[in-house]
T-cell receptor
Framework: AQRVTQPEKLLSVFKGAPVELKCNYS??????LFWYVQYSRQRLQLLLR??SRESIKGFTADLNKGETSFHLKKPFAQEEDSAMYYC?????????????FGKGTKLSVKP | DSGVTQTPKHLITATGQRVTLRCSPR?????VYWYQQSLDQGLQFLIQ???????AKGNILERFSAQQFPDLHSELNLSSLELGDSALYFC?????????????FGPGTRLTVL
């Protein structure tokens, strides 16, 4: 079955602490992975995708095919990082139509 | 606002009824996607249209249907509504339909079925 698992519903850290939001996937083909973010009272938006291999707002994510994981990391969390984070996947090189989302992790960064 | 727009924001209706949700994509975007977000199922892909044609289908119920019109706006029709259809329905759009085309999401329509 094709599935994205985000094991933590809620992750709470203090400002300046490292943060890692976990994402594991199950996919029969070659996947393309994404992280989406939804800040309070804002729309869901793309944060980053594995194929770009870039750092956005200090966040990075590396696709580990051996462990079927795509964890999102930031070395020093900021209060403005507090949001709902969703991991998603689709077939690499294909249509985006079948984006499969995890259930999300709510990140709370305390001052 | 040149972003994705969805109407109405909220919709309250009764079981057995039919509703239509509307989505206007960003200017220039040809692809429209519909998602359903519920507490137990999370965010689930329903259906995608590209330039008027159905491109991909997810776990969309037979009671649900959608279309994309020549002006590229899209409508999601939900019929014979059940309590379990209560959810937030999102629309997203992108320029193309490939994975490198970023999807831009609308604010959602919250449907409550009583």
């Amino acid at each position: 079955a094709q599935r994205v698992t985000q094991p933590e519903k809620l992750l709470s850290v203090f400002k300046g602490a490292p943060v890692e939001l976990k994402c594991n996937y199950s996919y029969s083909g070659s996947p393309e992975l994404f992280w989406y973010v939804q800040y309070s009272r804002q729309r869901l938006q793309l944060l980053l995708r594995h194929i770009s291999r870039e750092s956005i707002k200090g966040f990075t994510a590396d696709l580990n095919k051996g462990e079927t994981s795509f964890h999102l990391k930031k070395p020093f969390a900021q209060e403005e990082d507090s949001a709902m984070y969703y991991c998603a996947l689709t077939r690499y090189g294909g249509s985006q139509g079948n984006l499969i989302f995890g259930k999300g992790t709510k990140l709370s960064v305390k001052p | 606002d040149s972003g994705v727009t969805q109407t109405p924001k909220h919709l309250i209706t009764a079981t057995g009824q039919r509703v239509t949700l509307r989505c206007s994509p960003r200017s220039g975007d040809l692809s429209v996607y519909w998602y359903q977000q519920s507490l137990d199922q999370g965010l689930q892909f329903l259906i995608q249209y590209y330039n008027g044609e159905e491109r991909a289908k997810g776990n969309i119920l037979e009671r649900f249907s959608a279309q994309q019109f020549p002006d590229l706006h899209s409508e999601l029709n939900l019929s014979s509504l059940e309590l379990g259809d209560s959810a937030l329905y999102f629309c997203a759009s992108s320029v193309g339909d490939r994975t490198y085309n970023e999807q831009f999401f609308g604010p959602g329509t919250r449907l409550t079925v009583l």
